[in-house]
């Protein structure tokens, strides 16, 4: 079986999908690589290096000539540059990626019109057994770390507390709103650089993480009985319930010098947590990074890729912090390939094993068809007959 890397096409994505060190692992399962000219130079690997670990170097179209295609966007999510990929599918072809197929459904009904078998690498199940396949954690980890980077860059102040000769500074202060896995990170690592810390999530059960990263826990009078789904995610809350969260951040907000946003509920359009009139209450040099942007964004105001300045406030709404660390979320990513790629093929690939849960649930389309329940719904596509099971993963 062929398997090939292709360079990635997205404006700005400096991913690549799979690392050379991690060319080894895939000939050990029998698969020969094949790896797109210069598909790892914007990460920091060459051709040669790819050469030295036994993959062949072909061209985009004998990349798709291959019979199972890595990518770290595809379908969807790869934007423009999908109309070309779209028309090298071959029937029988496997891709394997981020699709966006809960909202870029069409590229996936695409890529299935043509006969294509599409693993969505975003609905990889949030198990045990699957944590090292999970890509949305590899990548939201390190897209924190960049997310507190970029405040403390923008800042007019410095993060640590500092006592020299010429007097002491006062250390700054950061909030983080959301503590999933980039907020955690977020915290962590403001803290490395010495910030005064404090973290809100809707989900109670986050409390003990955040102190244990040494970072206060922001406590607001709700009800937060009912926030969190069974599978460890937020749930979208009533108008009536952000909007009294809104009323108690106000302060904690206004007295930040960064609040770094991350704040998601899967599958649906973020939360407000930060209102224009809370922006309008923070001093001028405060810094916002708002990385739900691309998701409607936590805080109003906050625009794709755009740098807003309202009131000497600047809000940053970066949509694609992983790229900025091309060398090491390509080595975390391509080890969350290398395990899904050994686990779907110890299953049988290309034949997929739909009593697996890892299997099934990342299964966009296969043999003409979207067969995702989820995505079929979304798409307005009647069930299959028989219904295919049901997907543990939430969206
Ligand atoms: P996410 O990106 O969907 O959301 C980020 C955070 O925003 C979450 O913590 C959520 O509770 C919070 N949030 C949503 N609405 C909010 C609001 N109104 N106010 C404040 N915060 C709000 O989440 P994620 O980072 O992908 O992780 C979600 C959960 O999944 C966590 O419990 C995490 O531990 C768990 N997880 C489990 C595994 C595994 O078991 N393999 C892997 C990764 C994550």
Same mark, same amino acid.
Request: aromatic content about 4%; glycine content about 10%; proline content about 7%.
């Given at each position: 079986?062929?398997?090939?890397?292709?360079?990635?096409?997205?404006?700005?994505?400096?991913?690549?999908?799979?690392?050379?060190?991690?060319?080894?692992?895939?000939?050990?399962?029998?698969?020969?690589?094949?790896?797109?000219?210069?598909?790892?130079?914007?990460?920091?690997?060459?051709?040669?290096?790819?050469?030295?670990?036994?993959?062949?170097?072909?061209?985009?179209?004998?990349?798709?000539?291959?019979?199972?295609?890595?990518?770290?966007?595809?379908?969807?999510?790869?934007?423009?540059?999908?109309?070309?990929?779209?028309?090298?599918?071959?029937?029988?072809?496997?891709?394997?990626?981020?699709?966006?197929?809960?909202?870029?459904?069409?590229?996936?009904?695409?890529?299935?019109?043509?006969?294509?078998?599409?693993?969505?690498?975003?609905?990889?199940?949030?198990?045990?057994?699957?944590?090292?396949?999970?890509?949305?954690?590899?990548?939201?980890?390190?897209?924190?770390?960049?997310?507190?980077?970029?405040?403390?860059?923008?800042?007019?102040?410095?993060?640590?507390?500092?006592? $020299? %000769?010429?007097?002491?500074?006062?250390? @700054?202060? &950061? /909030? =983080?709103?959301?503590?999933? !896995? #980039?907020?955690?990170?977020?915290?962590?690592?403001?803290?490395?650089?010495?910030?005064?810390?404090?973290?809100?999530?809707?989900?109670?059960?986050?409390?003990?993480?955040?102190?244990?990263?040494?970072?206060?826990?922001?406590?607001?009078?709700?009800?937060?009985?009912?926030?969190?789904?069974?599978?460890?995610?937020?749930?979208?809350?009533?108008?009536?319930?952000?909007?009294?969260?809104?009323?108690?951040?106000?302060?904690?907000?206004?007295?930040?010098?960064?609040?770094?946003? $991350? %704040?998601?509920?899967?599958?649906?359009? @973020?939360? &407000? /947590? =930060?209102?224009?009139?809370? !922006? #309008?209450?923070?001093?001028?040099?405060?810094?916002?990074?708002?990385?739900?942007?691309?998701?409607?964004?936590?805080?109003?105001?906050?625009?794709?890729?755009?740098?807003?300045?309202?009131?000497?406030?600047?809000?940053?709404?970066?949509?694609?912090?992983?790229?900025?660390?091309?060398?090491?979320?390509?080595?975390?990513?391509?080890?969350?390939?290398?395990?899904?790629?050994?686990?779907?093929?110890?299953?049988?690939?290309?034949?997929?094993?739909?009593?697996?849960?890892?299997?099934?649930?990342?299964?966009?389309?296969?043999?003409?068809?979207?067969?995702?329940?989820?995505?079929?719904?979304?798409?307005?596509?009647?069930?299959?007959e028989p219904p295919a099971a049901s997907p543990s993963q939430p969206a």
């Amino acid at each position: 079986m062929q398997v090939a890397v292709v360079k990635e096409v997205f404006p700005g994505e400096r991913r690549v999908a799979l690392v050379p060190a991690a060319v080894p692992a895939l000939a050990k399962l029998g698969l020969a690589v094949r790896v797109e000219s210069g598909a790892g130079v914007a990460a920091g690997f060459s051709d040669d290096e790819y050469r030295a670990a036994g993959a062949s170097i072909v061209s985009r179209d004998e990349a798709f000539a291959a019979d199972c295609v890595l990518s770290v966007r595809s379908c969807g999510a790869c934007g423009e540059g999908w109309c070309a990929d779209r028309d090298r599918l071959r029937p029988g072809v496997v891709l394997v990626g981020m699709c966006d197929p809960l909202t870029a459904f069409d590229a996936c009904r695409e890529a299935a019109d043509r006969g294509a078998s599409v693993f969505a690498l975003e609905l990889v199940p949030r198990i045990t057994r699957a944590q090292s396949m999970d890509v949305l954690s590899s990548q939201a980890n390190i897209a924190g770390y960049r997310a507190v980077l970029l405040a403390a860059n923008a800042l007019p102040r410095i993060l640590p507390m500092m006592t $020299t %000769a010429a007097g002491t500074l006062t250390p @700054a202060k &950061v /909030l =983080v709103l959301g503590a999933g !896995v #980039a907020g955690l990170q977020a915290i962590a690592t403001a803290k490395r650089l010495g910030a005064q810390v404090s973290a809100y999530d809707v989900r109670p059960a986050v409390k003990e993480q955040v102190q244990s990263l040494g970072a206060k826990f922001v406590e607001l009078p709700l009800e937060t009985g009912a926030s969190e789904t069974a599978g460890g995610y937020a749930k979208a809350m009533g108008e009536e319930f952000y909007a009294k969260q809104r009323e108690l951040l106000g302060k904690v907000v206004a007295d930040s010098d960064v609040v770094v946003c $991350t %704040a998601l509920i899967p599958g649906q359009k @973020a939360p &407000v /947590l =930060v209102t224009a009139d809370m !922006v #309008a209450r923070m001093r001028p040099g405060s810094v916002i990074v708002d990385m739900a942007a691309e998701r409607g964004g936590n805080c109003e105001g906050s625009r794709p890729d755009q740098t807003v300045v309202v009131g000497g406030v600047t809000i940053l709404g970066p949509t694609n912090l992983p790229a900025e660390a091309p060398f090491h979320t390509s080595q975390l990513y391509s080890k969350n390939v290398v395990t899904f790629l050994t686990h779907l093929v110890k299953s049988g690939l290309p034949e997929v094993a739909l009593d697996d849960e890892i299997c099934r649930d990342t299964l966009v389309a296969k043999g003409g068809a979207i067969v995702h329940p989820k995505i079929r719904e979304r798409a307005g596509l009647p069930p299959l007959e028989p219904p295919a099971a049901s997907p543990s993963q939430p969206a």
